[in-house]
């Protein structure tokens, strides 16, 4: 699984803003992809991820999202793109989204109001 997704920044970072127009040697964007057409709307997801990562059972703390609508069968599972200059972090009221000494983007729950 690491491997996947080490590929998939590789080729996101090089890729994603034109061959070597931000080249930073230094930078490596590691962002979480999901195959939208294997996505049942089940939720499990985000379960796991927030257990592995924050050691509880909470969807809300979650780095994935899924957008369920139900009449129509459509589940749209969100990811952070960890973006170099995230809008997020800009419009957060309480700042609770930063960035983190790796440079990965970040919400403080103790201060994220969940708006």
Known sequence: MQCFLRLHAIIIYIGGDGLFKSWRPYVL????????????GC???ELICSIQH???????RSRITVIRDDEKGVFI??????CEDPPCM???????????K??????????CIGC
């Not at 800009?90 to 983190?100: E, L, M, N, Q, T």
């Not at 790796?102 to 201060?111: F, K, L, Q, S, T």
């Open 29 to 40: 964007r590691m962002i979480l992809l999901v195959d939208v057409d294997k996505c049942t």
């Open 43 to 45: 939720r499990l997801c």
């Open 54 to 60: 924050y050691r509880v059972f909470n969807p809300r």
């Open 77 to 82: 599972p969100i990811t952070c793109f960890q």
């Open 90 to 100: 800009k419009i957060c009221p309480v700042h609770a989204i930063y960035r983190d």
């Open 102 to 111: 790796n440079g990965a983007v970040r919400i403080d729950y103790e201060r």
